[in-house]
């Protein structure tokens, strides 16, 4: 079935610096990736839905400066955190739905990001 | 706007017990509504899912009944086993691309 490997699966990093986490389709083209961040004790929340090729959407609050989020390519999606803070500590995973006979959603694992 | 409201966890329960988590949603229109598990160092993955009132989900001995008059799909399995042992998420979506998920419920089975 359809898989998506997410990477890291956790990162440490300090203050001020960025992080970049992806996400890859490994046996389908994924026309459409999603970013989710969960809080402890809170819903899994979207963030912003990116297209293969064009700029992503961000959700109503989400800083599109702060979470960059490149969808270069049918396989690849990255988020980056730049200027990384320790209230963007939060577990992140994305999502992606394919193209062609492939509609449905596939989770990757998740990142647990930790800013000290 | 639509929400999704799960039972806080952890649960934790003997081999063989009988499993309710409870899952409750607001939504202005007629969603269709979910359960995801994560096993440990896995993503999420779809378990069972309904579209409409009255439906019933099921897979792997879970199942979960839309009940539109009490806004409610309460995941429930009767004989839980240790490889259960996950986080679960309900869930609703109401249009394309749009996922509101609960904040999910740790189960840890105890054999």
Not at chain 2, 9 to 38: D, K, R
């Amino acid at each position: 079935g359809a898989v998506v490997s997410q990477h890291p699966s956790r990162v440490i990093c300090k203050s001020g610096t960025s992080v970049k986490i992806e996400c890859r389709s490994l046996d389908f083209q994924a026309t459409t990736m999603f970013w989710y961040r969960q809080f402890p004790k809170q819903s899994l929340m979207l963030m912003a839905t990116s297209n293969e090729g064009s700029k992503a959407t961000y959700e109503q609050g989400v800083e599109k400066d702060k979470f960059l989020i490149n969808h270069a390519s049918l396989t690849l999606s990255t988020l980056t955190v730049t200027s990384a803070h320790p209230e963007d500590s939060s577990f992140y995973i994305c999502s992606a739905r394919g193209g062609g006979r492939n509609y449905g959603y596939t989770f990757g694992s998740g990142t647990r990001l930790t800013v000290v | 706007g639509d929400s999704v409201t799960q039972m806080e966890g952890p649960v934790t329960l003997s081999e063989e017990a009988f499993l309710t988590i409870n899952c409750t949603y607001t939504a202005t229109g007629y969603p269709s509504l979910f359960w995801y598990v994560q096993y440990p160092g896995e993503g999420l993955q779809l378990l069972l899912k309904a579209t409409k009132a009255d439906d019933k989900g099921s897979n792997k001995g879970f199942e979960a009944t839309y009940r539109k008059e009490t806004t409610s799909f309460h995941l429930e399995k009767g004989s839980v086993q240790v490889s259960d042992s996950a986080v679960y998420f309900c869930a609703l979506s109401d249009g394309p691309y749009k996922y509101i998920f609960g904040t999910g419920t740790r189960l840890k089975v105890l054999a």
